[in-house]
C-alpha cells in the first residue's frame, strides 16, 4: 500500500510560482514512476509529468514544457513539480500517482495509488 500527499497549492499571480510536493510512504519500491496530474472544473484529468525513480527520465506534457519541472529527494521520499510561468490556464486541483508502467504514460488508469490533491488557482 502506497500513500500520497500533496501539498504546496495555493493562489499566485500570472507568471509567478510554486513548487508542489508529493510525499510517498507504504511500499513505494514497488512504484515504478511517478505521474502529475491536473484537472480543472468541468475538464477531463490531464497528465502533466512523469518521472521514473528507477532512473530519473522525465516527460512533459506540451502545455508545461519549459515551464515545469520535476524532480525528487530519495532521503526525504518526496517528488516536487516545480511550477514557473504559470498562467490562468494552469488553475485546477493537482494530483500525483503512483505506476508499475515501465515507459512514460500519462493514461490515468495505469496509475495505482493516488494523493488527495492540492488546488493551484492561477489569477491576477
Known amino acids: 500500500q502506497v500513500h500520497l500527499v500533496e501539498s504546496g497549492g495555493g493562489l499566485v499571480q500570472p507568471g509567478g510560482s510554486l513548487r508542489l510536493s508529493c510525499a510517498a510512504s507504504g511500499y513505494t519500491l514497488d512504484a515504478y514512476a511517478i505521474g502529475w496530474f491536473r484537472q480543472a472544473p468541468g475538464k477531463e484529468r490531464e497528465g502533466v509529468s512523469w518521472?521514473?525513480?528507477?532512473?530519473?527520465?522525465?516527460y512533459y506534457a506540451d502545455s508545461v514544457k519549459g515551464r515545469f519541472t520535476v524532480s525528487r529527494d530519495n532521503a526525504k521520499n518526496t517528488v516536487y513539480l516545480q511550477m514557473n510561468g504559470l498562467k490562468p490556464e494552469d488553475t485546477a486541483v493537482y494530483y500525483c500517482?503512483?505506476?508499475?508502467?515501465?515507459?512514460?504514460?500519462?493514461?490515468?488508469?495505469?496509475?495505482?495509488?493516488w494523493g488527495q490533491g492540492t488546488q493551484v488557482t492561477v489569477s491576477s
Open positions: 500517482a503512483t505506476t508499475k508502467i515501465t515507459i512514460a504514460t500519462m493514461s490515468s488508469f495505469l496509475y495505482d495509488y
Open positions: 518521472l521514473s525513480l528507477d532512473d530519473g527520465k522525465t
